[in-house]
């Protein structure tokens, strides 16, 4: 396996990949990629995590990257940086699709926690506001589908839990209200949360769901019963306590990769 880093414009972004080289046994030449969104509450990339989760996605034919994107410590306020860096890395992604063997028709960005906000924001803004923010087309930035984990989706709505932070994260909130933004040109979504997540209340997850019912778009929404904050994987590989090692929550990587199939 392949491993490559790639600076991604003049800020602070990065992308790192995982990518399998042809199989001649099988005849397979191109592979679907997944770029992993690692949380971090906009202070800082767990990068462990997200090298075990695009690992896992990796383990099952996925040309496997993760985004370390603009943080708080970068730039106040925040606004759409990490959306902007999450596009430019589907631009390289897309553009270097044949040295790095990828099916350019299969990109899917997956998000945990603030990288699922960012996320559910590039779902909204792919086609409306990032091309000309980009200077580029939407069809160089157009996802196949999305994933989001644990999402943040509206700031006001239980995380961050204060003005303070709030103001480092936005000047403008209706901006970062990710459902509030969702039209007809969002990608077919996948969904996963737990009932009783602390940190991030579920409202989250289920106000995003409800945009896209609104719209008619397709989406797949899983509510578990139980797990904190930061699952990942759910299985003892992630598990940062006891409680999150959570068997039950851990069906979503199944529940996900069948839903991509599906998709495919």
């Known amino acids: 396996m392949q491993v490559i880093q790639q600076k991604l414009g003049t800020g602070p972004a990065q992308l790192t990949g995982f990518l399998h080289t042809p199989d001649q046994n099988t005849g397979k030449t191109h592979y679907p990629a997944i770029i992993i969104v690692p949380g971090g509450g906009y ?3 767990p990068v462990g995590q997200a090298e ?11 040309q496997a990257f993760y985004l370390e994107y603009t943080l708080l410590s970068d730039q106040q306020p925040l606004g759409l940086a990490p959306v902007l860096d999450l596009a430019r890395a589907m631009q390289l992604i897309r553009q270097q699709a044949t040295s790095w063997h990828i099916d350019s028709e299969q990109l899917t960005p997956v998000g945990f926690s603030v990288g699922g906000h960012i996320v559910a924001l590039y779902n909204d803004y792919w086609q409306t506001k990032l091309p000309a923010l980009l200077q580029t087309t939407a069809a160089e930035l157009k996802p196949r589908n999305v994933i989001l984990s644990y999402p943040v989706i509206n700031p006001t709505d239980g995380y961050p839990t204060d003005a303070a ?30 009932a009783d997540d602390p940190l991030v209340p579920a409202t989250n997850a289920l106000a995003y769901a ?16 139980h797990g904190p ?3 990942a994987l759910a299985n003892a590989q992630t598990a940062w306590k006891a409680d999150a090692d959570q068997p039950h929550a851990a069906h979503w990587l199944t529940l996900a990769l069948e839903w991509l199939q599906s998709q495919a």
């Open 43 to 45: 202070t800082h990339i």
């Open 210 to 225: 409800s945009a896209l019912a609104q719209q008619q778009l397709p989406y797949e929404l899983h509510v578990f019963n």
């Open 52 to 62: 075990t989760l695009a690992m896992a996605f990796a383990g099952h034919g996925y």
């Open 165 to 194: 932070t709030l103001a480092k994260w936005t000047s403008n909130v209706s901006e970062m209200a990710a459902e509030t933004q969702v039209n007809v040109q969002n990608r077919p979504t996948f969904i996963w949360v737990t």
């Open 229 to 231: 904050h930061g699952l």
